[in-house]
């Protein structure tokens, strides 16, 4: 429960507002993911991360922009979002990418709600 | 492209009783299949995965899913229910699609509710 850790756990803003997403991950894993789960949607995977480098970006608009400064820490930085873009963040991490028998374990989340 | 069904929106099953939540999935190549539960304002925690051998495969909490090629299904089970076992259950398939190995393609999800 505790190896990926989000915060903060809730969130609420406007707009025109910025702000940033964290996750870290104390596995000792090398790859890090951001997904959106919304109300009646599958889980959408958006950025993918490994050893720093960004290897994915699922088509996700410019207005979120992640953030892996090292293996153990992941940001999402939030500009002019949309209410569309209300959902809870998901950070996971695994071992590295690749390996298709590979674990992904998530964090807690982030309810972003945008007004 | 890989994915996978789960047919049920909702299972309701009495505690104590068997509980089977379904998943079925459709894969070019080998499949590599996984079972999350997500209990209320939490994350996914990972239940167990299918990579290959035994069809059936034992995890976490006394889960466990069956592997059926024919049926191309990964149906999770548990003997017993617990009312603690209610909550949100995602099965997913890797996505070995060109340059997508890293991708985990989910349901979209079965709630589970034990009734005391």
Redesign the interface.
């Known amino acids: 429960?505790t190896g990926?850790t989000?915060t903060p756990r809730h969130l609420v803003m406007g707009m025109t507002n910025k702000k940033s997403l964290k996750c870290e991950q104390h596995l000792g894993h090398n790859?890090m993911?951001w997904y959106k789960q919304s109300a009646?949607?599958?889980?959408e995977?958006m950025f993918?991360y490994?050893f720093k480098e960004q290897?994915?970006n699922n088509s996700v608009p410019s207005r979120f922009s992640p953030e892996c400064p090292n293996s153990s820490h992941l940001f999402l930085h939030l500009h002019t979002l949309q209410p569309e873009d209300s959902a809870l963040y998901?950070c996971?991490s695994?071992r590295q990418?690749?390996?298709?028998?590979d674990?992904?374990?998530?964090?807690?989340?982030t309810?972003l709600t945008v007004l | 492209a890989q994915s996978v069904a789960q047919p049920e929106d909702q299972v309701n099953v009495a505690e104590g009783n068997p509980l089977t939540v379904k998943c079925t999935y459709s894969v070019s190549g080998n499949p590599?299949l996984?079972w999350?539960v997500q209990y209320p304002?939490?994350?996914?925690?990972?239940l167990l995965?299918y990579?290959t051998g035994d069809n059936l495969v034992k995890g976490s909490y006394g889960f466990e899913a069956e592997f059926n090629k024919s049926q191309t299904s990964f149906h999770l089970k548990k003997p017993s229910a617990l009312v603690s076992d209610s909550a949100l259950y995602?099965c997913a398939v890797?996505d070995?699609s060109a340059g997508g190995?890293?991708?985990?393609?989910?349901?979209?999800?079965t709630k589970l509710t034990v009734n005391p």
């Not at chain 1, 674990?103 to 989340?109: D, H, L, R, V």
């Not at chain 2, 190995?101 to 999800?109: I, N, T």
């Open positions: 429960e990926v989000q790859a993911y009646k949607k599958p889980l995977l993918v490994n290897t994915e998901l996971a695994s990418t690749g390996d298709p028998t674990t992904q374990y998530f964090g807690p989340g309810r | 590599y996984f999350y304002n939490r994350g996914l925690q990972f995965k990579i995602f890797r070995m190995s890293e991708k985990l393609v989910f349901g979209k999800g």
